[in-house]
């Protein structure tokens, strides 16, 4: 700053020298530097500036391993975390530590970084590049839940994580499924958050066997059976039930927190509820479809050594196809009425089951889809096309509809061969008419809205004479209407006499419009039109008119 502005006032002083002397005032001098020069050199600056910033390194900083070493006491858990990283170029900014909770109380081997407050808890300031290392002796509260105790705080994503626990006899540690390792060391891929309970262990409740009532609900998702399996506890238990699901299942959701549930491979999940945690939960989950011309069979859920209700089930029929119970021994017709309470409350009133009791509850599904009808998309009201003849051998034709939102962004036509665009109109505005590979026009729409289409395009037709045969075409739009309506518009001097095709006169227009003015309109319709191209041919003649008696 200080070498650009001694440059100016070098220059300033030079061009003293190279011209007459002027004696200006200080305070004129200002202004005028402020203006002219001044402008020019923050500007230079501001270039220099932008030019320096983008040759700056972004800043790289890596935590190469966490450590959390805890022990759990009456009110929380007391231990040391250490932080191991590295600065590798630039200044990064703070790293973010813990979340509300937590309290540090002291600080030790601190090098190259150091622990400062923010509004979301702690944050770390790293010094300068290369290796820095902290250690926290902190403090970290229970929140009770479900008679257990949780403990749930935010971490700094690292490339090493490993916790290790310090826990009292009788006491085990839920949540931690993510993690691998053994006696009590717990290694964990990076994550932002560290949760994990703990919860007392009762001999009595460990040895008693599960009394779990559960209810299978079955319905199609594309390829696979997909399946919800209820369970309900009628008595707390701590133990952990390891659930069987079906051969080649893959499990998709449950009621339950994550924590909760850990999958056990191809066999099924184990689940840890809290002590003496009571009520009803569920698990989702897709079987595939073997074939339609073979049958499925699916094991229902199971629990080793349960004493509730197991194998009973419902299906539900897919609007497109049929499920079926082939072989074996189903009894029908298992109300809601006569389920666990706590499991009838998840399902209509109106559902019925099955049971299937012969043994490992395994059932043969069998799977007959229908046929697809087709049927229109978009149905209009309805499609109108006017042409008028002229004497002159011109045919007008011109055709409307009132598109809903649902057609998207485009409409497209057949192209009529010959045919010279006179005019295309969308919501009433000149618009631009495309064509596409194939013979197709193209008309843009207003996405999202309804829009009017107004396409009109001349064509050459055989003069008109005393008498003969006019033909037209309706191009095809592909879009249903219950009705299409035709307008044929003649010359004063002759009338139509014949019509091919199938459309029923309607009674005729009482004045020409405005596109027919000066001719004869004739008023036909086509009902239930299904937007496909039209040709109609029409028989004309001059009326003989008779001499006058004399």
């Known amino acids: 700053m200080k070498a650009m502005l001694g440059v100016v006032l070098i220059l300033v002083a030079m061009q003293s020298f190279a011209e007459p002397a ?13 203006q002219q ?12 500036q932008k030019t320096l910033d983008s040759k700056q390194p972004k800043p790289i900083h890596v935590i190469s391993n966490a450590l959390y070493q805890l022990k ?4 929380g858990m007391s231990g040391q975390v250490t932080l191991n990283g590295q600065v590798l170029q630039g200044h990064p900014d703070p790293v973010s530590l813990f979340g509300e909770g937590v309290a540090v109380i002291s600080t030790a081997d601190a090098e190259g970084a150091t622990l400062v407050t923010s509004n979301n808890g702690y944050e770390l300031y790293l010094t300068g590049e290369g290796m820095y290392k902290i250690t926290l002796q902190v403090e970290i509260p229970f929140q009770n839940e479900h008679h257990s105790k949780t403990v749930s705080f ?21 949540g931690l499924q993510e993690s691998v390792g053994e006696d009590d060391h717990y290694y964990f891929p990076p994550k932002e958050l560290l949760s994990f309970r703990l919860e007392k262990e009762r001999a009595e409740e460990r040895d008693a066997p599960p009394l779990v009532d559960s209810f299978s609900r079955i319905n199609m998702r594309g390829g696979n059976y ?21 051969k080649g299942h893959h499990f998709i959701a449950t009621t339950l927190k994550g924590a909760w549930v850990t999958e056990s491979g191809s066999d099924g999940v184990v689940v840890r509820l809290p002590q003496e945690w009571q009520g009803s939960f569920s698990i989702d989950y897709e079987v595939p479809i073997a074939s339609q011309e073979a049958a499925t069979s699916i094991r229902l859920p199971w629990i080793p050594e349960n004493l509730g209700r197991e194998g009973e089930f419902h299906i539900t029929q897919p609007d497109d196809g049929d499920i079926s119970l082939v072989g074996g021994d189903y009894r029908e017709e298992l109300s809601v009425s006569r389920l666990p309470s706590a499991i009838a409350r998840l399902l209509p009133r109106t559902a019925r089951g099955y049971s299937k009791p012969l043994k490992d ?4 599904l069998e799977l007959k889809r229908f046929e697809s009808v087709s049927a229109p998309d ?47 109109k969308v919501n009433g505005k000149n618009q631009s008419l495309y064509s596409s590979s194939g013979g197709r026009w193209v008309v843009p729409l207003l996405a999202g809205e309804v829009s009017t289409v107004e396409l009109a395009y001349l064509k050459k037709v055989s003069r008109l004479g005393l008498k003969g045969r006019l033909e037209l075409t309706i191009p095809a739009t592909g879009i249903a209407a219950h009705k299409l309506l035709l ?57 003989v008119q008779s001499a006058p008696a004399d």
């Open 22 to 34: 002027v004696t200006v005032p200080w305070s004129e001098f200002q202004t005028i530097y402020s």
């Open 37 to 48: 020069v001044g402008l020019d050199l923050r500007k230079k600056l501001d270039e220099l």
């Open 72 to 75: 759990a006491t009456e009110s």
């Open 154 to 174: 935010r971490i700094p994503k690292a490339v090493t994580n490993l916790l290790q626990l310090s826990l009292p006899d009788g006491v085990r540690v839920l």
């Open 226 to 246: 997909l399946i919800t399996s209820i369970f309900s506890l009628p008595r707390g238990s701590a133990a952990d039930l390891p659930i069987h699901l079906p």
């Open 361 to 364: 509850g395994e059932i043969q």
């Open 378 to 424: 978009i149905v209009l009201d309805s499609v109108h096309f006017h042409t008028s003849f002229s004497d002159n051998g011109r045919a007008m034709s011109r055709l409307t509809l009132k598109l809903p939102p649902q057609v998207g962004n485009k409409l497209t036509l057949d192209a009529v061969p010959g045919a010279e665009i006179w005019s295309l």
């Open 487 to 543: 307008t044929v518009g003649l010359a004063e001097r002759v009338e139509m006499i014949s019509l091919e095709g199938d459309l029923v006169p309607i009674e005729r227009s009482k004045r020409p419009t405005a596109a027919a003015k000066g001719n004869k309109n004739y008023n036909f319709s086509y009902p239930y039109y299904q937007g496909d191209s039209h040709s109609i041919a029409l028989y004309y003649q001059e009326p």
